[in-house]
């Protein structure tokens, strides 16, 4: 008789499909109102993918790391990640450096990203840096601007595009930074490198009140401490260089914003048994994070349903075949991961009557 068939081995978890939604759910108190409105065929798609998935993987945080949920998970998936990267110091800038500038030794980077500070009466705020529309002739000019003053710190500028370049230099291998994503839009003093203390209160679309939590007085704290002296007095002189540099006035005449400070995020080095390439397919839609950004709730609706008809449609029609899939769902503090199971039959009918909206679940993040 020949042998009963079984079925095919699944696949790893890094080669299934894998779709990334950062910013599926917000802090701000607008977030779910917005979510409630929701026309029920909004998220219909991902309702039907839950249902036919199990949580694999549940990352619990707080909305004031400096890693945002989405980093995480997205550095967890590309081998970055583990149970023991200190928060702001998954090395995205090491990883472009070992990827464009073939750099696969043990240096420290940093990705510097030009940027306008809009300057209120009691604070700055970080403005989104695509505002800009900065040219690639004038990001190379700024950066040579800026090039000597780095150096002096022993700091190397690489240029990459023109919102980002990368810098080499071995402060960065232990100074934790915040993610652009938790500082757009809202006050750059608790994000700053080194900053302890109260979370600012009028986030736009982030955190609630909350403490910093403090170092401590280790070793590692007073060379974190060195660092952030150290960009803290860059940004400084910086912002003089800056605001009389000649293409500024240039881009004020063209009434675009001025380029008046940088943000430094993606510091550390590649842990040693990093992979050298990217972890598996994983897709990372960017439409919630930029509604979210803007305290565009419209927008933010529209993003939810364009994704519904997309992607997860996309990944619930492989689910459908019998393929297995994957699903992140990101808020400001936590971020969940779904696979494909294959129930049994009791797990079948029961799924026909788990009628919660996808909201419930998103409310977890």
Not at 186 to 203: H, M, Q, T, Y
Not at 334 to 348: C, I, K, M, N, V
Request: aromatic share 6%.
């Amino acid at each position: 008789m020949p042998a009963p068939s079984s079925s095919p081995p699944s696949p790893p978890a890094s080669a299934l499909p894998h779709l990334l939604i950062p910013f599926a759910a917000c802090s701000t108190e607008a977030w779910l109102p917005a979510m409630q409105a929701l026309p029920r065929d909004s998220t219909r798609q991902l309702g039907e993918l839950l249902r036919g998935m199990k949580q694999v993987h549940a990352d619990t945080g707080e909305a004031y790391s400096l890693s945002p949920p989405h980093e995480r998970a997205l550095g967890r998936a590309q081998g970055l990640v583990d149970a023991g990267t200190p928060d702001g110091l998954i090395a995205w800038a090491a990883r472009d450096a070992a990827e464009h500038l073939h750099d696969l030794g043990n240096k420290a980077w940093a990705w510097i990203t030009p940027c306008h500070w809009a300057m209120g009466r009691e604070h700055a705020t970080l403005t989104d840096p695509a505002a800009l529309a900065l040219r690639e002739d004038e990001s190379r000019a700024l950066m040579a601007a800026m090039q000597p003053y780095f150096e002096t710190d022993g700091i190397t500028l690489h240029y990459l595009a023109p919102e980002r370049w990368l810098a080499e230099g071995e402060l960065f291998r232990t100074l934790p930074t915040a993610s652009l994503d938790r500082v757009l839009g809202r006050n750059v003093d608790a994000w700053l490198p080194g900053a302890k203390g109260v979370v600012a209160e009028e986030f736009s679309a982030g955190p609630p009140q909350g403490k910093l939590a403090p170092s401590g007085g280790s070793v590692l704290h007073e060379v974190k401490s060195v660092g952030a002296k150290t960009l803290r007095r860059l940004q400084n002189e910086m912002q003089m260089l800056l605001y009389t540099h000649p293409l500024n006035d240039e881009r004020a005449a063209r009434r675009q914003l001025p380029v008046n400070s940088f943000w430094l995020s993606g510091t550390g080095a590649l842990p040693s048994d990093a992979p050298a390439g990217v972890n598996g397919p994983v897709s990372v839609p960017r439409g919630l994070a930029q509604a979210a950004f803007n305290d565009d709730w419209a927008a933010y609706a529209r993003a939810w349903a364009a994704l519904d008809a997309g992607e997860i449609s996309g990944l619930l029609a492989r689910q459908r075949v019998g393929e297995s899939v994957r699903l992140t769902l990101c808020g400001e503090r936590s971020a969940h991961t779904y696979e494909s199971s294959r129930p049994g039959l009791l797990a079948r009918l029961s799924s026909l009557f788990a009628t919660s909206p996808p909201v419930e679940v998103l409310k977890q993040l």
